[in-house]
């Protein structure tokens, strides 16, 4: 079974508008990564963000992380129609040589 | 820098035929994976391994095997392939399994009929 579910499933928004998502996971984490993945092609990592870590920012891109909550979301700011792709959140447990997604969140920007 | 290369790209097999892919890396990464992408289902682990000459199974190993022969080489065989297997299949690796990011290949598009 995935360990990170992604919520929405689909967003549709217009340009120039802010883009959330969020990811659930099950059990305690090393760290959680977003990654992006454009129609047909390989995902592309976008952010990491460790266990310890609450808040990170990557140009347009604002993780946020609440162990407490197992959850995370990702803000996209000003979305450009670029943005349009699938994001997953993928987590790291403690103890585990793996890494796991989730189902991923597909995002249009409508230009 | 190549990075992560998939070969090949696009296939198409009869039930029950066999094929390999292959995953090339050029970082020297430790860590390299084996996923297959699924509509619905997002990116499932098939197999994984930690370095040169070791392998683990992953979510959905049956009916799959894989060698690390060699630190840049990952490979993923079918043996008698079926039409549940009809997937994307990316391949990915990492410096190491903690606060680094997978790099992943561009993928291939396998149809069994």
């Known amino acids: 079974s995935q360990q990170g579910e992604e919520d929405p499933q689909a967003l549709s928004i217009q340009e120039g508008e802010n883009a959330t998502m969020n990811c659930s996971y099950k059990t305690s984490i090393n760290n959680l990564q977003w990654y992006r993945q454009n129609s047909g092609r390989g995902l592309v990592h976008l952010i990491l963000?460790?266990?310890?870590?609450r808040e990170k920012h990557s140009g347009r891109l604002r993780v946020t992380l609440d162990t407490s909550k197992k959850s995370s979301s990702l803000l996209i700011t000003a979305s450009r129609a670029a943005d349009t792709a699938s994001y997953f959140c993928?987590?790291?447990?403690?103890?585990?040589?793996?890494?796991?997604f989730g189902i991923g969140t597909k995002l249009q920007v409508i230009p | 820098n190549a990075g992560v290369t998939q070969t090949p790209k696009f296939r198409v097999l009869k039930t029950g035929q066999s094929m390999t892919l292959l995953c090339a890396q050029d970082m020297n990464h430790e860590y390299m994976y084996w996923y297959r992408q699924d509509p619905g289902m997002g990116l499932r682990l098939i197999h994984y391994s930690v370095g040169e000459g070791t392998t683990a199974k992953g979510e959905v190993p049956d009916g799959y095997n894989v060698s690390r022969l060699k630190k840049q080489n990952f490979l993923l065989g079918l043996e008698s392939a079926a039409p549940s297997q009809t997937s994307v299949y990316f391949c990915?690796?990492?410096?190491?399994?903690?606060?680094?990011?997978?790099?992943f290949g561009q993928g291939t598009r396998l149809t069994v009929v």
């Open positions: 963000i460790r266990s310890n870590e």
């Open positions: 993928a987590t790291s447990p403690f103890g585990y040589q793996k890494v796991t």
């Open positions: 990915a690796s990492s410096y190491s399994d903690r606060n680094t990011e997978a790099f």
